[in-house]
């Protein structure tokens, strides 16, 4: 069972609990009736044709050992353009500590694992939160932010700072950067470079902005981002409307903000806005590269898009708007029904859907080498239960698309 909640300011999910679980198969042959349609222009678009459906058996997999014996992680698992797997697996909640963060590791495509150290020391009587990791080519970063914890140590040194770590590939720590910033970072991506991409919140009109960091985390320049699609996407109106309610004219153009993301194709960068139809933006330190629009299937919404190498088609995986609004509402969602698709980098289309068994799509975290790659907890209480074959534990399993 994927339960998403908000634990101190942080999205973490149970994942996988409902591990094993068999899906459906999908019918030998099909309809085009039967079949969604592409969805060419947003949320009122009509279907226009049938799409292929491919179905990904994985199966056993392979035991990993050197992960803690705990399910609960941070969503989504990350990866690499080159198909390691990062994934933050978190500890019991203690409401009295000081580093509010779980270990993170990365899995090769060989089930080799490593434990990422990274630096979380800072200024006295601050709480250390973990907000966003990004495994680059070479080095792994994670956003951190620092709060002051008790109400008699707030004054003019109370606002919140932020800071980088960074480590290599190999797991060893590299180096800690303290930002200074006009505007709140939300997301990073690390660069070949070693420069920083930043998603922010201008402060003073609460706008979203993109902005390119040098190596040493001082601030080169912002990178155009036009935010009135934001506001104008009919999907995230609706997912967001309980938020938009109680937000002045300002603020709601920030809400969807929180929710993008950035993840690795190859060299660039893929930035994109989940919960909406608005297009994906590829990125460098150069800019924007090139903004491709998504011809996903009527009524399915982004709601990640898997790392990918330069030369693969992307996988995306999508939710409907009802469930995006549902878990806004109620802070909770249990294994919502998601899809996943293959779309052709260049012009959105839909080439096929990838229909998963033996596991959820929430739990496929690479789409490299044309294949999917997937991390799977069985707890030791369900697993002869769930799934004859697996044994109780982490297992990685990876199958051609």
């Given at each position: 069972m994927?339960?998403?909640?908000?634990?101190?300011?942080l999205l973490f999910s149970c994942s996988p609990l409902v591990i094993g679980q068999q899906q459906p198969k999908p019918k030998a042959t099909a309809s085009a009736?039967?079949?969604?349609?592409?969805?060419?222009?947003?949320?009122?678009?009509?279907?226009?044709?049938?799409?292929?459906?491919?179905?990904v058996d994985f199966g056993e997999g392979r035991q990993i050992l050197g992960l803690p014996d705990r399910g609960i992680t941070r969503f989504p698992t990350l990866c690499s353009s080159d198909g390691e797997i990062f994934v933050e697996i978190?500890?019991?909640?203690?409401?009295?500590?000081?580093?509010?963060?779980?270990?993170?590791y990365g899995i090769s495509s060989s089930g080799e694992v490593?434990?990422?150290?990274?630096?979380?020391?800072?200024?006295?009587?601050?709480?250390?939160?973990?907000?966003?990791?990004?495994?680059?080519?070479?080095?792994?970063?994670?956003?951190l932010s620092a709060t002051v914890r008790d109400?008699?140590?707030?004054g003019q040194d109370s606002k919140v700072e932020y800071y980088i770590s960074l480590s290599k590939r190999d797991g060893t720590f590299s180096r800690q950067i303290k930002l200074d910033l006009p505007f709140e970072p939300l997301k990073i991506a690390v660069l070949d470079s070693g420069r920083f991409l930043v998603l922010g919140i201008e402060p003073l009109n609460k706008q979203p902005l993109l902005a390119l960091l040098d190596s040493d985390g001082s601030y080169l320049r912002q990178i155009d981002l036009d935010a009135r699609p934001f506001a104008a996407s009919g999907s995230l109106q609706a997912?967001?409307?309980?938020?938009?309610?109680?937000?002045?004219?300002?603020?709601?153009?920030?809400?969807?903000?929180?929710?993008?993301?950035?993840?690795?194709?190859?060299?660039?960068?893929?930035?994109?806005?989940?919960?909406?139809?608005?297009?994906?933006?590829?990125?460098?330190?150069?800019?924007?590269?090139?903004?491709?629009?998504?011809?996903?299937?009527?009524?399915?919404?982004?709601?990640?898009?898997?790392?990918?190498?330069?030369?693969?088609?992307?996988?995306?995986?999508?939710?409907?708007?009802?469930?995006?609004a549902a878990f806004k509402k109620k802070g909770i969602s249990v294994?919502?029904?998601?899809?996943?698709?293959?779309?052709?980098?260049?012009?959105?289309?839909?080439?096929?859907?990838?229909?998963?068994?033996?596991?959820?799509?929430?739990?496929?975290?690479?789409?490299?080498?044309?294949?999917?790659?997937?991390?799977?907890?069985?707890?030791?209480?369900?697993?002869?239960?769930?799934n004859a074959i697996a044994s109780s534990g982490w297992r990685l399993v990876s199958e051609r698309r």
């Open positions: 994927r339960v998403c909640v908000f634990v101190l300011f009736a039967e079949q969604p349609g592409v969805n060419v222009s947003g949320d009122d678009a009509s279907a226009v044709g049938a799409i292929p459906v491919n179905t978190m500890g019991d909640v203690d409401p009295s500590a000081k580093v509010i963060a779980g270990d993170l490593t434990k990422i150290q990274r630096n979380f020391t800072v200024s006295e009587k601050r709480v250390v939160s973990a907000i966003w990791s990004y495994p680059g080519n070479d080095e792994v970063a994670t956003l109400k008699e140590d707030q997912i967001n409307r309980g938020a938009l309610e109680h937000a002045g004219a300002w603020e709601a153009a920030a809400i969807p903000a929180y929710d993008a993301m950035f993840v690795p194709y190859g060299s660039n960068v893929l930035f994109f806005q989940p919960e909406s139809e608005l297009p994906v933006r590829i990125l460098n330190e150069g800019g924007e590269v090139n903004v491709v629009r998504l011809a996903l299937p009527k009524g399915q919404l982004l709601q990640f898009m898997l790392p990918a190498a330069k030369d693969d088609t992307w996988v995306v995986r999508t939710e409907k708007l009802a469930d995006f294994n919502p029904p998601q899809q996943l698709f293959e779309v052709d980098p260049f012009s959105g289309r839909v080439l096929r859907e990838l229909v998963t068994e033996g596991t959820v799509p929430s739990n496929v975290s690479c789409a490299t080498e044309k294949s999917l790659t997937a991390l799977i907890y069985y707890p030791k209480q369900n697993a002869a239960e769930q």
